[in-house]
């Protein structure tokens, strides 16, 4: 039951030693982070935990709602969060409910029925789609109807970033009816290929040269635009949706910027997002394309009550940076932000022991999130926490394109032009490109001198962009947080490509990049507990953010002789 208690009532709990009260406006999969982490406190009366959804709905990986739109997997397969399981362990959640208005000076939030005050408040309300401006073009009885006037755009028109975006467009692919996508993203790719990949027909319009234009060189792009139409994707490049044509209210037609007119009952729009930071703005925060947070995920604001803001996700701007709507860096903020809460309210947890008592001693050195906030929180404190997050989002985020047909990954800068380079410059970068467009497969790799003026320091990885090469992706990715070379001689990635279809993994390579889960903690979870990828999930994480290392639990479980209900 919630509780609703003004600002007088909560000081007053605060100076009579009161339990500290942490609110989280946003119910997305770093929320959901957070409050795991937060869980234990919570579970041991030390804090009150309330949790705001704007959704009617517990978390879930939004990143995989594409496949519930093409009815791949039932929304209930996406759940990341127990409601009933959270509320036993004392925390207060509250779906479907607006928070209309912030006073961090005052510590207060106004809801849609309440007044709600807390101690600490993170913000984790994410990002929503940027519509494109189209005029509306109605028609009515095969004719344009010239006395109605457009109030918005038709059914049909739908930006895919929620649940219900997604139900909604599976509503509309069970008609079998066209489909055209805006947008050469790598959202707007992943869009198409699912459609393509459940045989209904879909145009791809991108206003680029090449898709994912801002993410990978002209080169893997030309590959990647005909590897699409070999999928089945009627690709329009250099294109635009200038008007949207509505017959009775309904979508049937959209007109482009190269003078086409195109038959479709669904306009599928992938034309970015902006972060959700209206509530902070509007509060005085600090905002700059997102709410301006430190290492720290805490408001770089100076007003009263600033400092006990916290922001996460893809309404963070971290250091100024813009989002980067990826989720291992948000998991990272949520790590970070319970670790500065702890701090804040003095509940930094004693040192890990083992069961005979020693001292539990956590490397950094595989490179994983989990590994870096539980060294920081053993050591007892939010600095030591926000320098290790920042150390180990120094690396690369990686982009995976998450398809069943064609394999895309890239991470960092591959745009520059190696014939440009001066190769008598030792700080100059090296651009290594392998092709071959007959089978479908490109690889370029970008690397720089890890020290300028030292060349026994070697190389740092920059940049990479694989396309078809499922092994080098994987191996690539491995070592792009780290911003290290799985091999000093490209041609070795080349080999080990053609030589086996999948990666073999150590036990200390990193299984799963979202949650930081090696090979090694999904085998000892299969082998000791866990019968199912779900099961597995539940223990280690691995699966719960963007989905693409399902196959590789599958496997596992598969050598322990587990049969992976998934």
Not at 215 to 242: F, H, W
């Amino acid at each position: 039951m919630s509780q609703s208690v003004s600002l007088r009532e909560g000081q007053a709990a605060q100076a009579h030693g009161g339990t500290p009260h942490v609110v989280i406006i946003g119910f997305g999969p770093v929320a959901s982070r957070l409050a795991e982490e937060l869980l234990p406190e919570v579970r041991s009366g030390a804090l009150r935990l309330t949790i705001i959804g704007r959704e009617d709905r517990a978390a879930y990986q939004r990143i995989r709602i594409g496949d519930v739109s093409v009815g791949r997997v039932e929304p209930e397969d996406l759940v990341m969060n127990d409601i009933a399981s959270l509320q036993a362990k004392g925390a207060e959640i509250l779906l479907g409910v607006e928070v209309t208005a912030l006073d961090a000076a005052a510590h207060t939030l106004v809801l849609t029925d309440r007044v709600l005050s807390y101690t600490k408040l993170v913000l984790a309300t994410g990002a929503e789609p940027i519509l494109p401006r189209m005029s509306v073009e109605l028609r009515r009885g095969g004719r344009i109807d010239s006395e109605l006037r457009p109030t918005g755009y038709p059914e049909g028109v739908i930006a895919l970033r929620d649940m219900e975006d997604a139900l909604r467009i599976r509503r509309a692919l069970e008609r079998r009816e066209p489909v055209v996508v805006l947008g050469g993203g790598v959202l707007g790719v992943e869009a198409a290929l699912a459609v393509a990949e459940v045989g209904l027909p879909v145009t791809l319009l991108h206003r680029g040269n090449v898709p994912m234009g801002r993410q990978i060189d002209a080169e893997a792009g030309m590959l990647l635009r005909r590897e699409l139409m070999r999928a089945g994707v009627d690709v329009r490049s250099a294109c635009d949706v200038t008007t949207v044509i509505s017959e009775d209210g309904e979508l049937t037609a959209v007109r482009t910027s190269l003078g086409e007119k195109l038959p479709a009952s669904l306009l599928v729009t992938c034309t970015g997002v902006r972060p959700r930071d209206e509530l902070a703005s509007a509060a005085g925060l600090p905002v700059k394309w997102g709410i301006v947070t430190g290492g720290d995920a805490r408001s770089t604001g100076t007003r009263e009550g600033h400092a006990d803001v916290f922001a996460v996700g893809d309404c963070a701007a971290v250091d100024g940076r813009d989002p980067s709507g990826l989720i291992a860096p948000g998991w990272l903020q949520a790590e970070a932000a319970a670790a500065s809460l702890r701090q804040d309210l003095g509940l930094v947890p004693p040192p890990e022991r083992d069961a005979s008592g020693a001292l539990v001693e956590f490397g950094t050195g595989t490179g994983t999130a989990v590994d870096a906030a539980a060294s920081a929180d053993a050591c007892g404190g939010a600095a030591e926490s926000a320098e290790s997050a920042e150390a180990q989002s120094c690396g690369l985020d990686v982009v995976l394109m998450k398809s069943k047909t064609l394999n895309v990954a890239c991470a960092g800068d591959t745009s520059q032009d190696p014939w440009s380079i001066d190769p008598w410059d030792s700080t100059a970068p090296t651009v290594s490109t392998w092709s071959d467009p007959k089978h479908g497969q490109y690889l370029r790799i970008v690397t720089e001198p890890a020290s300028s003026g030292d060349a026994s320091a070697g190389e740092r990885l920059v940049g990479f962009v694989s396309v078809g090469m499922p092994r080098s992706a994987a191996e690539l990715a491995m070592h792009a947080s780290r911003g290290t070379l799985p091999a000093a001689d490209r041609t070795a990635l080349l080999a080990a490509e053609h030589a086996t279809q999948e990666a073999e993994l150590g036990p200390e390579d990193v299984l799963c990049r979202c949650a930081g889960t090696t090979a090694g903690m999904v085998q000892e979870a299969a082998e000791t507990c866990c019968r199912t990828v779900e099961q597995v999930s539940a223990e280690t994480r691995a699966g719960t953010g963007c989905g693409t290392c399902h196959k590789s639990i599958e496997k596992i479980l598969a050598t322990t002789g587990v049969t992976a209900a998934s």
